[in-house]
């Protein structure tokens, strides 16, 4: 089984301007979640969305906007990119809604460089 | 506010044993989890503990004492492949996962 795939592996982008990060599961997991991984830094919930057609805004939302149309497919935008948002982005997915035994499970990153 | 501690980088020789500490100070506690992360690679889930003592899991063993915010990984007979970074991260009482900064593991022949 795939997982979580991301796409794409790495970009660099110009500031200014927009991108979408996609992110897409086949585990049918119900909760899906965007996290920023930066240097001497755990890793920091941008948006969450605990089941289709809800979001949620994290620790580190702004700058960014998420949409959940449907299960599997979670994608990331940045309307207009900044140097800050320079980092390694990481979707990942859960089986429930947040319970405590809820392990998440990661796609493989987008390391993200804006100039 | 929530705060996750590890130290930031550790040696161990191969063959030998490690442990990895971990303490949080969160709004409230729903358990607590240990992945391992590559370098250059997403985490991988490892562990997780919601009660007090020891979970054992071949190599590794994590532990959590809830009354002392502390949990520790233990990893046995080190391998160069086990040459990662260790997350920390509590579920606090919004069911969110808290993210301790990691701790980056150097394993030497």
């Known amino acids: 089984t795939a997982g979580i795939t991301q796409a794409p592996t790495s970009q660099i982008l110009a500031a200014g301007r927009s991108m979408t990060l996609r992110c897409t599961q086949d585990?049918?997991?119900?909760?899906m979640y965007w996290y920023r991984q930066d240097l001497g830094l755990g890793l920091r919930l941008i948006h969450y969305s605990n089941t289709a057609g809800t979001t949620g805004k994290g620790e580190v939302p702004d700058g960014y906007s998420v949409s959940r149309a449907n299960t599997d497919d979670f994608p990331l935008t940045l309307a207009s990119a900044v140097p800050s948002q320079t980092s390694v982005y990481f979707c990942?997915?859960?089986?429930?809604?947040?319970?405590?035994?809820?392990?998440?499970?990661f796609g493989p990153g987008t390391r993200l460089t804006v100039l | 506010g929530q705060n996750i501690d590890q130290p930031t980088e550790m040696t161990a020789t191969e063959g030998a044993i490690v442990q990895i500490n971990c303490t949080y100070q969160t709004s409230g506690f729903n358990g607590l989890f240990w992945y391992q992360q590559h370098a250059g690679e997403a985490p991988t889930f490892l562990s997780y503990n919601v009660l007090d003592g020891l979970e054992e899991k071949g190599r590794f063993s994590s532990f959590l004492s809830r009354s002392k915010g502390y949990s520790y990984l233990l990893l046995k007979e080190l391998q160069m492949k086990d040459s990662a970074s260790y997350l920390c991260a509590v579920t606090d009482s919004n069911y969110q996962l808290i993210w301790g900064a990691g701790t980056k593991l150097i394993i030497k022949p």
């Open positions: 585990m049918r997991h119900n909760a």
């Open positions: 990942a997915s859960s089986e429930a809604d947040r319970s405590s035994t809820d392990t998440q499970y």
